[in-house]
């Protein structure tokens, strides 16, 4: 995610998302992300979420996070 931030930031001068991104001990992080995900020590990659289906859709969707991707 930060690096799709960046590179979204400094290709179209506009924020890809506004949660703030956190400097954490082993990098950045972004913190809705973070919030939701911590204390997970396994993410299950064959049971992926209503959400996350809709967010993959969402991106997948807009061409222009898609190129930069």
Same mark, same amino acid.
């Given at each position: 995610?930060?690096?799709?931030?960046?590179?979204?930031?400094?290709?179209?001068?506009?924020?890809?998302?506004?949660?703030? /991104?956190?400097?954490?001990?082993? $990098?950045? !992080? =972004?913190?809705? /992300?973070?919030?939701?995900?911590? $204390?997970? !020590? =396994?993410?299950?990659?064959?049971?992926?979420?209503?959400?996350?289906?809709?967010?993959?859709?969402?991106?997948?969707?807009?061409?222009?996070?898609?190129?930069?991707?």
């Amino acid at each position: 995610m930060y690096f799709a931030y960046g590179r979204f930031l400094v290709k179209s001068k506009k924020r890809l998302f506004s949660s703030p /991104i956190l400097h954490l001990q082993y $990098g950045p !992080v =972004v913190e809705e /992300i973070h919030q939701q995900f911590r $204390g997970m !020590v =396994v993410l299950d990659p064959d049971k992926p979420d209503k959400q996350a289906f809709e967010d993959y859709n969402l991106v997948s969707s807009d061409a222009e996070i898609n190129d930069l991707l």
